[in-house]
Structure formats: C-alpha cells, structure tokens
C-alpha cells in the first residue's frame, strides 16, 4: 500500500506514478479517488518545479501554427509585413518586433510570453 507523502526525489516520482496508474478508474467519492486527486496533486508539483515544460522558441511557434493550420508564408504577411521581411523572419535575419508579436498573437492565437522570448538570430 502507497502512503501519501511530499514526492522529494525520482523513486518517489516513480513510485507516485505507479500508484496513479493503480487507482486511474477509482470512483468518483471514493477514499481511493481522493487518494488519486492528491497523488496527481503532488505529481503536478513536483513536475512543475524539477521537470518544467519550456514554451517552444518563437519561430519555431511560428512555423508550428504554420503547420498545423495549413498556413503559407503569404498568410504571414498581414502579421509581419512583405514577402521579404516574412522571409527575413522565419530565416532569423531579423528579430520580431512588438508590433509583428502582437498582430501575430491576434491573428493566429500564438501566446504573446512564447513570442516576446529571446531567440537568436543566423550569423
């Protein structure tokens, strides 16, 4: 039987895990279901602070939106500006402005903390 308590190191991540997947279809009201509320709880936590999830770079966002809906270069434009600059842009000549992060995060829904990160540009 796993006994709740704070998850300090991976052995105790793994074993957290193990006993998630042991109570995944516990009754909703049950003592087991609440055990799995906090077990996920705790997961969470120790996630969050040891393993945390990097938003993407922003042209590398940016070509993923591109991807996943479809979108050319052109649909860019209205974002960004010419032919050239959306170029210039995607093959990290030139930097994102503020006024480019915002049109883009309007338009196309791309948070605006994943646009505003520092990336570097092509020598």
């Known amino acids: 039987m796993y006994s709740l308590q704070p998850i300090r190191t991976k052995e105790d991540h793994k074993a957290a895990l193990t006993e998630i997947e042991r109570l995944f279809d516990s009754t909703q009201g049950t003592p087991e279901f609440d055990q799995l509320e906090i077990l996920v709880t ?50 990290r000549k030139r930097p994102l402005t503020l006024e480019m992060i915002r049109k883009l995060h309007q338009q196309l829904g791309i948070p605006a903390r994943t646009l505003i990160q520092p990336y570097s540009l092509a020598q």
Do not use: C, F, Q
């Open 42 to 91: 705790l997961v969470e936590a120790y996630e969050n602070k040891h393993e945390p999830i990097l938003p993407p770079e922003p042209i590398a966002a940016i070509l993923y939106y591109m991807e996943s809906r479809g979108l050319t270069r052109h649909d860019l434009e209205s974002a960004i500006g010419s032919r050239a600059r959306v170029a210039e842009i995607l093959n």
